[in-house]
């Protein structure tokens, strides 16, 4: 018979144990023929030395996502100890420490899911400002957001602070229906979108209220010195060049910043070019400054973006020959 200790010093004992011990109720259901006690933040297992190391496997899961969520429901913790199917998995093991950025309010992980995001997670560790500029779909935004909000679990920053250039595609402010935020949130919905996928209801809404998040339009940075922050600049395509050069200046002490485009999605009046390009390029060889282009083989969506992306471009090199 073998004997080991496993210590849970780096999370709530219980959070893994669970009221009246159900949770670990259900880690001995799962390993019968284990003796299983807990002492303390410590486990202690005896049995054979094949099962306890199966035990072990999944204790280690469970307290990387305890470590990381603060919590875990009875379902999911059952879900983690029966988790052999791959889509189980998937879910809940952290195969590289870059996939894995942030658990979701239902439990799954956010993850970086192609090289070039994956590039993109390992620049933003390296570098204060990341541009990241590429075609719909390809994960820009919500790889971005992922980012930022794990950089605020982990008390590496203070607040998050999200914007966008609010520029008509195809219809005017003035004729929208509400006030001036009624207006402007259509054009903020994606970066909602994306903290809803991360954070849950109730602490997403008191985050914004202390403006521990703060999504505004491009237009409020102005005047502002933004410290200890995860700035992100999103749709930066539809900014003029004094605009993004007005953000790219508000960043402060202790901050990062990421700045993400689309330069075939440009709404500007006809007579505007887009500030995007050139702060791309002239920027291109400052140390702590980095820059990615993602591209089709990045798309996440349905499977028909890819192709259509494709075919876009296919019709533009046609059309516009260099």
Known sequence: M????????????????GVNNG????????????????RGTQIKLSGSEDQIESA???IVLLVQYLERNGNVSHNYFEQIL?????????????????DVLVFGPNGKSVRARTQNQKLMVSMAEKNDIIFAIGPAGTGKTYTAVALAVRALKNKQVKKIILTRPAVEA???????????????????????DALDDMIPADKLGYYMSTRVIEIAP???????????????????QNT????IKMFLTRIGANAKAIITGDMSQIDLPKNQKSGLEKAARILKNIDGIAHIELDEEDVVRHRLVKAIIKAYDKDNQYNNPS
Do not use: C, W
């Open 170 to 192: 195809g219809e005017s402010l003035g004729f929208l229906p509400g006030d001036l935020k009624e207006k402007i949130d259509p054009y903020l919905r994606p970066l909602y």
């Open 240 to 243: 003029t060049d004094l605009q």
């Open 218 to 236: 491009l237009a409020y940075m102005r005047g502002r010195t933004l410290d200890h922050a995860y700035i992100i600049l999103d749709e930066a």
């Open 23 to 38: 949770k670990l109720d259900l880690l001995k259901k799962r390993f019968p023929l284990l003796k299983i006690l807990s």
């Open 82 to 98: 029966g988790g052999d199917d791959a889509e189980s998995i998937d879910m809940f093991v952290e195969k590289n420490p870059n």
């Open 56 to 58: 072990k496997e999944k």
């Open 2 to 17: 073998t004997e080991t200790i496993i210590n849970l010093d780096s999370v709530n004992p219980i959070e893994f144990f």
